[in-house]
């Protein structure tokens, strides 16, 4: 813990040097309410800022399947921290303390040139999926769908992004690599980079398109590779190819490997990995919609024996608040909060979502094995959320997944029913 500790001291003495700056006669502005606590200078140019999201999770799946475990859980534990330095520097700082370790999700620095250039360096999420980009506590469900398993998740790089004339943005990054729906080690375990793109338009308001993209090379290792030791194989191996997840969060694909990633019967990334996916949202008084369509194609190798695959997901997201609010990509807020003893109820929302997620046919049996992986997932769910303040939502979500492959013998995986509840604590 002691590193993080020196990274959140080093962030509060930053937060506090602006004000010591701040002339006398000048009164330094106390800010708090549900969308954070803060310090600013007078002008507004020097800001330090607190927010946080706590997710308890309940987790239960129909049926004794020894690989859905009912279980509750902190989903995620994130206090923020953001430094706004004058109107060109910003910075921000978001550890994670969900899970049996601490980690930092997002810490980076950004230059705030003009609204149509700001450079950002450290560690962040890639500029690609619609969902994976959208806040956590944000989304219409709990866990984000299938298209994310494709997607570039959070990496070290530099990234340039900005808005566009007539509405939109634009980012272009520059970064380490991660494997797909997973975020980036520490640092670059195979010496080659990623090229991450976006643009996004939006011609009118709460309607937007676009598409993303990346392009980059990959190299796993296993101790068969000169000079490759079993602690650095491993390492190649996490951060190259991926696990893909059910709804459930459960894995239902990975390649194969040997009794470790670092034994030389492993399949490992070896060539071009490319991604591309084409998204769009529309919210319209209390409608949303969103759907996300995803690809990605990376070259792998067994043992020599080279092969190019490409996987594909896809979902659709439709919502409806009950109560009448403005449906959003930011999220609900009611207008009547609720409170004992008051009329206010808060805000409903129900949404419906169906997704899938198909796998090259070339991956079997060579380089996934067809009784534990599976070949194809289609899921579909419903959700229902109280938003009973804007800092409070509770939900529940039931989405039941169907796979072809991935039982001995050429069966079927028994159907995934999963029935998620949660308390979300936001400020």
Same mark, same amino acid.
């Given at each position: 813990?002691?590193?993080?500790?020196?990274?959140?001291?080093?962030?509060?003495?930053? *937060?506090?040097?602006?004000?010591?700056?701040?002339? &006398?006669?000048?009164?330094?502005?106390?800010?708090?309410?549900?969308?954070?606590?803060?310090?600013?200078?007078?002008?507004?140019?020097?800001?330090?800022?607190?927010?946080?999201?706590?997710?308890?999770?309940?987790?239960? =799946?129909?049926?004794?399947?020894? &690989?859905?475990?009912?279980?509750?859980? /902190?989903?995620?534990?994130?206090?923020?921290?953001? $430094?706004?330095?004058?109107?060109?520097?910003?910075?921000? /700082?978001?550890?994670? =303390?969900?899970?049996?370790?601490?980690?930092?999700?997002?810490?980076?620095?950004?230059?705030?040139?003009?609204?149509?250039?700001?450079?950002?360096?450290?560690?962040?999420?890639?500029?690609?999926?619609?969902? +994976?980009?959208?806040?956590?506590?944000? !989304?219409? =469900?709990?866990?984000?769908?299938?298209?994310?398993?494709?997607?570039?998740?959070?990496?070290?790089?530099?990234?340039?992004?900005?808005?566009?004339?007539?509405?939109?943005?634009?980012?272009?990054?520059?970064?380490?690599?991660?494997?797909?729906?997973?975020? *980036?080690?520490?640092?670059?375990?195979?010496?080659?980079?990623? /090229?991450?793109? #976006?643009?996004?338009?939006?011609?009118?308001?709460?309607?937007?398109?676009?598409?993303?993209?990346?392009?980059?090379?990959?190299?796993?290792?296993?101790?068969?590779?000169?000079?490759?030791?079993?602690?650095?194989?491993?390492?190649?191996? +996490?951060?190259?190819?991926? #696990?893909?997840?059910?709804?459930?969060?459960?894995?239902?694909?990975?390649?194969?490997?040997?009794?470790?990633?670092?034994?030389?019967?492993?399949?490992?990334?070896?060539?071009?990995?490319?991604?591309?996916?084409?998204?769009?949202?529309?919210?319209?008084?209390?409608?949303?919609?969103?759907?996300?369509?995803?690809?990605?194609?990376?070259?792998?190798?067994?043992?020599?024996?080279?092969?190019? !695959?490409?996987?594909?997901?896809?979902?659709? $997201?439709?919502?409806?608040?009950?109560?009448?609010?403005?449906?959003?990509?930011?999220?609900?807020?009611?207008?009547?909060?609720?409170?004992?003893?008051?009329?206010?109820?808060?805000?409903?929302?129900? @949404?419906?979502?169906?997704? @899938?997620?198909?796998?090259?046919?070339? @991956?079997?049996?060579?380089?996934?094995?067809?009784?534990?992986?599976?070949?194809?997932?289609?899921?579909?769910?419903?959700?229902?959320?109280?938003?009973?303040?804007?800092?409070?939502?509770?939900?529940?979500?039931?989405?039941?997944?169907?796979?072809?492959?991935? &039982?001995?013998?050429?069966?079927?995986?028994?159907?995934?029913? &999963?029935?998620?509840?949660?308390?979300?604590?936001? =400020?």
């Amino acid at each position: 813990m002691s590193r993080y500790a020196a990274v959140l001291l080093m962030f509060a003495v930053t *937060a506090l040097a602006p004000a010591t700056a701040v002339r &006398a006669d000048e009164t330094v502005v106390v800010t708090a309410g549900d969308q954070g606590f803060g310090l600013k200078s007078a002008d507004g140019s020097f800001e330090f800022r607190v927010k946080g999201l706590l997710q308890a999770d309940a987790r239960f =799946f129909a049926g004794d399947e020894q &690989a859905f475990k009912d279980t509750f859980l /902190l989903r995620r534990v994130e206090p923020s921290f953001e $430094v706004t330095l004058g109107k060109l520097a910003f910075l921000k /700082l978001l550890p994670q =303390f969900a899970g049996d370790t601490t980690t930092i999700s997002d810490v980076y620095g950004e230059l705030r040139f003009d609204p149509a250039a700001t450079l950002r360096i450290g560690k962040f999420k890639a500029p690609f999926g619609l969902e +994976n980009l959208q806040a956590a506590g944000a !989304l219409a =469900f709990m866990e984000r769908g299938l298209p994310t398993e494709l997607g570039a998740g959070r990496d070290f790089g530099v990234q340039l992004h900005g808005g566009l004339p007539g509405g939109g943005s634009y980012a272009v990054a520059w970064l380490n690599g991660s494997p797909d729906g997973r975020d *980036a080690v520490a640092s670059d375990t195979d010496d080659r980079k990623e /090229l991450a793109a #976006r643009l996004f338009f939006e011609p009118i308001r709460n309607f937007g398109f676009g598409i993303a993209g990346t392009t980059g090379r990959k190299a796993g290792a296993t101790t068969s590779t000169a000079g490759v030791t079993a602690s650095t194989a491993t390492a190649a191996f +996490n951060n190259t190819l991926p #696990r893909y997840r059910s709804p459930g969060q459960n894995t239902i694909f990975s390649y194969r490997s040997a009794s470790t990633p670092a034994d030389a019967d492993t399949v490992v990334a070896a060539g071009d990995h490319t991604r591309w996916s084409p998204q769009l949202y529309f919210y319209r008084g209390p409608f949303g919609l969103l759907g996300e369509y995803a690809v990605s194609r990376q070259q792998v190798s067994l043992a020599g024996a080279p092969a190019e !695959l490409e996987h594909s997901a896809y979902q659709a $997201v439709v919502s409806w608040v009950l109560t009448g609010e403005s449906a959003g990509y930011r999220g609900v807020r009611p207008a009547v909060p609720y409170a004992s003893g008051s009329a206010g109820w808060g805000a409903f929302e129900i @949404a419906l979502r169906h997704g @899938a997620i198909e796998i090259d046919d070339a @991956a079997f049996p060579v380089y996934a094995n067809p009784d534990t992986a599976v070949s194809t997932a289609r899921a579909s769910g419903a959700g229902l959320s109280w938003y009973a303040t804007a800092n409070v939502r509770l939900a529940l979500n039931y989405e039941r997944t169907a796979f072809e492959g991935g &039982a001995p013998g050429g069966g079927d995986r028994d159907d995934e029913s &999963a029935v998620f509840s949660r308390v979300q604590l936001s =400020f």
